[in-house]
């Protein structure tokens, strides 16, 4: 579904999100920033990305988080 709307379009869909990580990996608030601009891709994505996990051993930064504080990321996905 993605390709028809590519094709229909011109251009592939994109959203800019951030995402939030505490000390143990896990993201704990996601952010969209920049909408795909559909409201059904919107969710799908952003309940997708409070699945992903940060590596903490391949992280200083995580792994020298305080409890309380969570590391952000701005990210671009494009859906293509």
Same mark, same amino acid.
Do not use: C, H
């Given at each position: 579904q993605i390709e028809e709307l590519t094709a229909i $379009?011109?251009? /592939?869909? $994109?959203?800019l999100v951030t995402i939030e990580f505490d000390r143990s990996g896990k993201a704990r608030?996601? #952010? &969209? &920033?920049? $909408?795909t601009g559909l409201r059904s891709w919107d969710e799908? &994505?952003? %309940? $997708?990305l409070y699945r992903w996990t940060a590596v903490v051993s391949k992280s200083a930064k995580l792994?020298? &988080? /305080?409890? %309380?504080k969570t590391l952000k990321? #701005? !990210?671009? !996905? #494009?859906?293509n």
């Open positions: $379009s011109g251009r /592939p869909m $994109s959203a608030n996601v #952010t &969209l &920033l920049e $909408s799908a &994505l952003e %309940d $997708s792994r020298n &988080l /305080p409890p %309380d990321f #701005t !990210i671009k !996905i #494009t859906l």
